[in-house]
């Protein structure tokens, strides 16, 4: 993994990751990227999965993951405290963009996404996983009924992964539960990279949950390299 001024690269043999900072807008990736295309969904926290086969100026398309196996298409996602995750077939050579707030993970959002990428021909077992920056536990505190709905989006959830604070609210770990949730989908744990910064507590990143309506958001985006 390689950080620069605009985010964090992870270069594979046949694809390229890369998690967004601050100045990670669209204008700024176009730039540095020149050589991609780019493709966006109107994200509205959702749990809907659609393919993206060409690039599209303006997220038209409602969705919170897409997926494809156009080489050069890179998949934008925006994020401030959301989970951006990011799934590649070396195999099949397909990619997929995710974007899980605390809805899309109750919602089942990324075991969908992985669930399309099967009947698109891909295994469970062929897929790596990539969890950027987003609000992790320590800085994550929910009503009791969030909580609820996150503890029941995964099976055997992790008792470790929540902690009561005061009446009626608790802290809840996204980063276990996306986890647990790759899991039950058979993605071996040993290819998920997790970047593993607080977005909250971390200035280089935009923070919902620190800056309230004057947060912004920040591009990640996966890309299938150029075929011979």
Request: proline share 6%; charged share 25%.
């Amino acid at each position: 993994m390689r950080e620069t001024a605009l985010g964090f690269e992870i270069q594979l043999p046949d694809a390229l990751v890369f998690f967004g900072k601050r100045d990670a807008s669209v204008l700024h990736l176009q730039q540095r990227y020149s050589s991609l295309r780019w493709a966006r969904v109107r994200q509205t926290h959702s749990d809907i999965v659609v393919p993206s086969s060409s690039p599209s100026a303006e997220p038209l398309t409602e969705a919170d993951a897409h997926f494809s196996g156009t080489p050069e298409l890179a998949l934008l996602i925006s994020t401030a405290d959301c989970v951006p995750i990011m799934l590649h077939d070396p195999r099949r050579k397909i990619v997929a963009g995710i974007h899980a707030g605390w809805r899309g993970v109750a919602s089942r959002l990324l075991p969908r996404t992985i669930e399309r990428l099967v009947r698109e021909g891909s295994e469970p077992a062929d897929l790596r996983a990539f969890i950027g920056p987003h609000i992790q536990f320590p800085s994550f505190e929910v009503a009791d009924e969030v909580a609820g709905q996150l503890i029941r989006s995964c099976r055997d959830f992790p008792e470790s992964a929540r902690r009561s604070l005061r009446a009626g609210q608790q802290l809840i770990d996204l980063n276990a539960i996306v986890r647990r949730q790759l899991a039950e989908c058979a993605v071996n744990p040993a290819t998920t990279v997790d970047l593993g910064f607080d977005t909250r507590t971390d200035e280089r990143f935009h923070s919902h949950r620190r800056d309230r309506e004057q947060s912004g958001r920040q591009m990640s985006f996966i890309a299938l390299a150029k075929t011979d």
